[in-house]
Nanobody, 120 residues
Framework: VQLQASGGGLVQAGGSLRLSCAASGRSSFRHWRMSWFRRTPRQEREFVAGFSKDGDFRNYGDSVKGRFTISGDNDRNTVYLQMNSLQPEDTALYFC?????????????WGRGTQVTVSS
């Protein structure tokens, strides 16, 4: 399994970006817990948004609720993160992660990330 995030860039405060995570290595990730995380300049890793393992629920970190939206195609081979009303504190390396439901080891696969920089 490989995960590749893209879509990052430099944006002014109040702007928007849409990130994509391309998942490969199996035909479907429909029942995997696909999520976005970010690592801030202070090197803190933070949960941003994710699908539940059954794919029916979406969870968001408190700092992004109401501004970010996670979505994906039916098989979750591509997962998106729409980010609106971006603020300088959203500056981070954003990466996607996948949790294999066949084990209870947490997230099994991590992508390399895409940088988002929000200027004030």
């Amino acid at each position: 399994v490989q995960l590749q995030a893209s879509g990052g860039g430099l944006v002014q405060a109040g702007g928007s970006l849409r990130l994509s995570c391309a998942a490969s290595g199996r035909s479907s990730f429909r029942h995997w817990r696909m999520s976005w995380f970010r690592r801030t300049p202070r090197q803190e890793r933070e949960f941003v948004a994710g699908f539940s393992k059954d794919g029916d629920f979406r969870n968001y970190g408190d700092s992004v609720k109401g501004r970010f939206t996670i979505s994906g195609d039916n098989d979750r081979n591509t997962v998106y993160l729409q980010m609106n009303s971006l603020q300088p504190e959203d500056t981070a390396l954003y990466f996607c992660a996948a949790d294999d439901p066949s084990n209870n080891l947490g997230y099994d696969y991590w992508g390399r990330g895409t940088q988002v920089t929000v200027s004030s």
